[in-house]
């Protein structure tokens, strides 16, 4: 009915959202999102299709949908999440495409909300440049449930990751708040779910709480990493947790990831490549392709080699310091197996 029509689309979702607020006082806010479709995997009869492909048109939508917002006192936390599609693809790092799509709006009811990084939840990003664009208020997404790091089912601690994230957002002009992905996240057959009651150790979600806990304590209450830690509740051994939690974020660092790679900032058409190559949420991949690229890539091979052997040996010491602070060691022995993959496939490339 509404066909390809730009303006009859737009009119319907306006309307739609009018409806919406009327109908639901109770409601504070929409979070809008655009620049990614549902998979093919998706076979329910609702399903999202990609409409907005330019900064003007996005302006164009904000534009006409603010004021619905603005009518009822209600609040449009605005995405910039995108991943490569069309030419507002790049939304997410460009600065010039940021301040096309915004470009004359003031609205008291629009929030940007970025994730901290160019690319997703990975390490080895510096802060997104976009924070330090527009006087629009913004949220920074973070993510405690790491989905490229195991989906919690190990520890990947992000603490001192995030203590310097919290540091440098000081900054930045107009950060009202966060949002901390703790649940979800990745096509993946991990399903911890954080803060509910497990039914024994091997289902637990303690490593996503903690990290959880941590990031809300260095961005709330402006603490350190140790600090934060210190007010975690039924720690029975503060000193052994710190050491276990430092070192699990040494291993994803230093194996998990390529350094060398890793370092390096590359963009494909739209799209920050990712640090992150060769594991892929519950993926690992060894290639021919894949170790002719990181052979170029990586400068002393034999050092990198050795950079992993002496992460694996930091996982025996982790599996001992679980058993100090009564944590499932369980887990880390599934790291350990599955972090032995990878540094073999270390060697191969």
Not at 48 to 61: E, F, Q, T
Not at 196 to 205: D, I, K, P, R, V
Not at 248 to 272: G, K
Not at 291 to 310: C, N, T, W, Y
Request: proline share 4%; charged share 25%; glycine share 6%.
């Amino acid at each position: 009915r509404l066909g390809k029509s730009e303006r009859k689309q737009r009119e319907f979702f306006v309307s739609l959202l009018d409806y919406f607020f009327e109908d639901f006082p109770e409601v504070a806010g929409v979070v809008f999102r655009i620049g990614e479709s549902d998979g093919l995997d998706v076979k329910e009869q609702f399903r999202s299709k990609l409409i907005l492909k330019s900064p003007a048109m996005v302006n164009r939508w904000l534009k006409a949908a603010l004021p619905i917002f603005e009518k009822y006192g209600r609040r449009c936390i605005f995405r910039t999440w995108t991943v490569g599609a069309h030419e507002v693809g790049d939304l997410i790092w460009h600065h010039a495409t940021l301040e096309k799509t915004v470009a004359g709006i003031d609205s008291p009811s629009l929030v940007l909300s970025m994730k901290y990084g160019e690319s997703d939840f990975f390490r080895y990003l510096s802060l997104n440049r976009n924070f330090f664009i527009t006087d629009i208020p913004k949220i920074v997404e973070l993510q405690s449930r790491r989905e490229y790091e195991g989906c919690g089912e190990y520890p990947s601690f992000i603490g001192h990751d995030y203590e310097q994230l919290a540091i440098e957002l000081r900054d930045v002009p107009n950060v009202v708040g966060i949002s901390v992905w703790c649940q979800t996240g990745g096509w993946t057959p991990f399903r911890r779910l954080a803060f509910l009651e497990s039914t024994g150790a091997s289902t637990s979600s303690i490593w996503t709480e903690i990290n959880t806990f941590v990031c809300l304590r260095l961005f709330k209450h402006g603490e350190g990493v140790e600090e934060a830690l210190s007010y975690l509740p039924n720690v029975s051994n503060l000193p052994a947790l710190q050491e276990l939690l430092r070192l699990s974020e040494e291993v994803v660092t230093e194996l998990l990831y390529l350094p060398d790679f890793a370092t390096r900032r590359l963009y494909f058409r739209r799209v920050r490549i990712p640090p992150l190559i060769g594991v892929y949420w519950h993926h690992i991949f060894v290639a021919h392709s894949l170790k002719k690229m990181l052979r170029h890539f990586v400068e002393d091979g034999e050092a990198s080699i050795r950079s992993a052997q002496a992460a694996m040996t930091k996982i025996k010491r982790m599996r001992t310091l679980a058993l100090e602070c009564q944590l499932p060691d369980e887990d880390i022995e599934y790291m350990e197996y599955t972090f032995g993959i990878i540094a073999l496939a270390r060697e191969y490339f």
